[in-house]
Structure formats: structure tokens, C-alpha cells
């Protein structure tokens, strides 16, 4: 077979040296026996992901909703043009689930985080991906409930078992904000929490995002909005009106605890109030440097943490901090240097008047990056909670945002296919 290769705007530079390329090997590595399949796959992926286009959701919003396939007591409805998952039972079953409805889904994204984002990170860093990643596995200690569903995933989507496992292990190494407003800062002291994920915008997560409805059979019912293949979570609200997002820092490498996406489900499946969220993300063992924004709209309190594997430290409303100076009455804000600026100016000219537009407005650009792929906002109280996901042409923060609800979604599904 004859392939034609069109080259537009090519731009030639210098090569890269030959110490760039030369990737040391590293104690536990398998690069002889994995390095060639594992950059071949790399090759693959790249080429696929340059005629990827993410659709652009349409600007109406009709309230479609359908039903599109079940299996189990799992199904896959449609709303509004996007993706929602429901799993329900054991870990095995929700695996299963998972991994049956979404299967599409979840391969492409094992694609493309160890094969497309992993492989080619290795020449960036001088260490070889999956040596890294399998170091971090043996050290983290994974709850084997996850483990069981991880595995039942795989088998169901006709992955290999570690090659989900590894998907769900990839450091995340966000860099985001977050915020919590209620009370006097609010209309009518409703809770609002806001949510910016700026993490690896176009490399193939966008095209595979789902809401997940998780309903384990001795859990709370909780809401994982996230991507097709991961059982973690990084942005979630549960049943108890307890809702959570996190940001990234440094301290990669420290991995000798529970990994983070792991802490914050289990916030959502066991807490019912703050209190108990804080008590189980102090409990921990923790990994690496991570920030979180947590609301409770029950009790009316919201908090954000700044957690190493050593040290907890917590930043209540109303609460400075030298590196979050600007305080508020009834207000929680998590972010970085020029974002941190825009969002505190941003509530400061807004405070007292907040409602879920303006509230969402807060996430537009410059406090989301130019990296901006999910943008969520939870109203607790309600449990209404609205959903952007970037697309080819715009950051999260500036397209559509699809509204749901939880209680709503946790009721009897539409019916027919």
C-alpha cells in the first residue's frame, strides 16, 4: 500500500541532539521488551489525533433526553447531545457496566493517555513513561473495591487489565481553580461551588468526557463528571449535597499513599457532612501536593485544603493566606497568580448579587487557562450542577454549559431506545 504524505507550513529546525533521544533506562523498566510496540502505538495515535475534530454542541438547548442502551442495571442515556452513564451494584457489576456501554470510549482514551500523552511525555522528561507509571502503582495503595471495578472494566472494553489500571494511575498534574459561595455573597444565600479543570486540552479527552452516575450498592449516590475509562474522580457532587473539586501543585513522585482521584470518591461515597469530608481527606495517606475546594450546602460551610503526604492545612471563609491574601465572608477561592487575581476582583465587584449565570461567568477567561477542558458549576442545594466540555475551537469556560440534575437523574430512566 502507497501512502502520500502532504506536508503545509513546514517549518525545519535544528535536530534534536542525540542525548534528547537516548532515554536512560531506569531500575524496574521494561524498555527491551516494551519501548518498540509502545512507540510504534505512539506513532498511531499522533497521526489519528491530527484529523480528531471535538463537534460543537449546539447553542439550543431542547431537553432531549433518551435512553440509548442498557446493560444490567447499568444504562447510557442521551441529554441534550451528551453523554450520561449510569452503573449501579458491585464494583464488578459497575465495571462492567462501564466497560460494556462505553467500550468506544474507554479504548480511545487508554489510547490516548498512555499511548499518545504517556510514550510521548517519556522524550520530554528523559524517563521512560511506563517504568514511571508502573513505579507509582507498586507504591500507591489502591483500595481493591476500585481494583475489582478497574479490572471488570477492562475485561468488558477487551483491554488489558494493566492497561487500565495504568490509565487510571497518570499523575494528574493539573493546574486549576476552584470556589465556593453562599451566604451573604450569593442571591438568596444559595451555595454555588465552581469547578476549572485546565488540564491537556487537545489530546483526546474531550471527545470521550461523561457524566457518570455512580449508585455502588453500600455507598452513597454520587455524580463523577468526568472521561470514558476512569473510575476515580476530580470533579464530583454527591447525594448529601457534599460537592468537591481539587488543583494541582508539585511533589510528583511522592506516591506512597491513597492516589488522589481515589481520596476524593471516597468523600463522596462516605461523607454526609464537612466535617467527615475533611476528616477522610485529613485521614488519608495522601499523594503528592493537591489543593480542594469542598462545600456542604446542608450545613452551609464550605473549605479549601492544601495537603502533602505531611502536612493538611485548611483555608475557611473569610480565612487569608499568604499565597490567597483576598478574604471573603462565605467564600472559598482556590487558584494561582494572575487567575487568582481576576477571580478575586471578579467576586469582589460581584459580591451579595451571585446567581448561577454570574456564578458561572466567574470561570470565563483569564481565570480559566488556555488549557480549560472541563468548566462545571454544582449548585448543592438544588443539586442542579452544569457541565462545559471544550471543543475544537473554544476553551470549556466559553461554550455550552448543559444543565442537570442529580436527584432527577437518580429517578426512573426515559423510555424506549
Same mark, same amino acid.
Request: one cysteine or more; hydrophobic letters at 40%; a negative charge.
Given at each position: 500500500m502507497d501512502v502520500l504524505v502532504?506536508?503545509?507550513?513546514?517549518?525545519?529546525?535544528?535536530?534534536?541532539?542525540?542525548?534528547?533521544?537516548?532515554?536512560?533506562?531506569? !531500575? @524496574?523498566?521494561?524498555? $527491551?521488551? %516494551?519501548? #518498540?510496540?509502545?512507540v510504534t502505538r505512539f506513532l498511531t495515535v499522533a497521526l489519528n489525533s491530527l484529523n480528531q475534530k471535538i463537534p460543537t454542541l449546539p447553542e439550543t438547548v431542547t431537553g432531549q433526553h433518551r435512553l440509548v442502551a442498557t446493560e444490567g442495571e447499568g444504562r447510557l442515556e442521551e441529554v441534550d447531545g451528551t453523554l450520561v452513564l449510569f452503573v449501579k451494584g458491585t464494583p464488578e457489576e459497575m465495571g462492567r457496566q462501564h466497560g460494556v456501554l462505553l467500550r468506544k470510549q474507554v479504548r480511545s482514551l487508554v489510547d490516548q493517555i498512555l499511548y499518545g500523552v504517556g510514550v510521548g511525555s517519556s522524550f520530554e522528561k528523559g524517563r521512560w513513561f511506563f517504568?514511571?507509571?508502573?513505579?507509582a502503582q507498586a507504591r500507591l495503595k489502591v483500595d481493591e473495591r476500585y481494583l475489582r471495578e478497574m479490572?471488570?472494566?477492562?475485561?468488558? !472494553? @477487551?483491554?488489558?487489565? $494493566?492497561? %487500565?489500571? #495504568?490509565?487510571?494511575?497518570?499523575?494528574?498534574?493539573?493546574?486549576?481553580?476552584?470556589?465556593?459561595?453562599?451566604g451573604k455573597a450569593t442571591q438568596g444565600g444559595r451555595m454555588y461551588h465552581g469547578r476549572i479543570l485546565d488540564y491537556l486540552k487537545g489530546v483526546g479527552l474531550e471527545q470521550n468526557a461523561v457524566v457518570m452516575v455512580m449508585q455502588p450498592s453500600d455507598a452513597h449516590a454520587w455524580v463523577n463528571v468526568g472521561y470514558a475509562g476512569f473510575v476515580g474522580t476530580v470533579t464530583a457532587m454527591n447525594e448529601k449535597h457534599i460537592a468537591i473539586g481539587e488543583m494541582?501543585?508539585?511533589?510528583?513522585?511522592?506516591?506512597?499513599?491513597?492516589?488522589?482521584?481515589?481520596?476524593?470518591?471516597?468523600?463522596?461515597?462516605?461523607a454526609s457532612t464537612l466535617d467527615e469530608a475533611v476528616s477522610?481527606?485529613?485521614?488519608?495517606?495522601?499523594?503528592?501536593?493537591?489543593?480542594?475546594v469542598i462545600s456542604d450546602a446542608k450545613n452551609r460551610k464550605a473549605v479549601g485544603i492544601a495537603a502533602t503526604p505531611d502536612t493538611f492545612e485548611t483555608i475557611w471563609p473569610g480565612q487569608s493566606h499568604p499565597r490567597l491574601p483576598h478574604a471573603f465572608a462565605d467564600v472559598v477561592l482556590m487558584s494561582a497568580g494572575d487567575r487568582y487575581e481576576a477571580l478575586a476582583a471578579r467576586v469582589r465587584e460581584n459580591y451579595g448579587k451571585f446567581d448561577a449565570t454570574s456564578a458561572r461567568a466567574l470561570m470565563n477567561r483569564p481565570v480559566c487557562m488556555g488549557s480549560n477542558i472541563q468548566s462545571v458549576l454544582f449548585e448543592p442545594d438544588t443539586l442542579d450542577f452544569w457541565v462545559a466540555n471544550a471543543d475544537s475551537k473554544n476553551v470549556a469556560s466559553h461554550t455550552r454549559y448543559t444543565r442537570?440534575?442529580?436527584?432527577?437523574?437518580?429517578e426512573a430512566p426515559p423510555a424506549g431506545k
Open positions: 502532504a506536508l503545509e507550513n513546514l517549518r525545519l529546525e535544528p535536530s534534536w541532539p542525540e542525548e534528547r533521544w537516548n532515554i536512560p533506562a531506569q !531500575a @524496574g523498566d521494561r524498555i $527491551e521488551k %516494551v519501548a #518498540l510496540g509502545h517504568g514511571e507509571i508502573e513505579e479490572d471488570a472494566l477492562a475485561q468488558a !472494553a @477487551g483491554l488489558e487489565r $494493566e492497561e %487500565v489500571r #495504568l490509565a487510571n494511575f497518570f499523575p494528574e498534574l493539573f493546574h486549576c481553580s476552584g470556589f465556593a459561595l453562599f494541582g501543585g508539585r511533589g510528583e513522585g511522592l506516591w506512597d499513599g491513597k492516589p488522589m482521584a481515589q481520596l476524593m470518591r471516597e468523600v463522596m461515597e462516605r477522610i481527606m485529613r485521614r488519608g495517606p495522601r499523594t503528592c501536593e493537591y489543593y480542594y442537570y440534575n442529580l436527584k432527577r437523574l437518580l
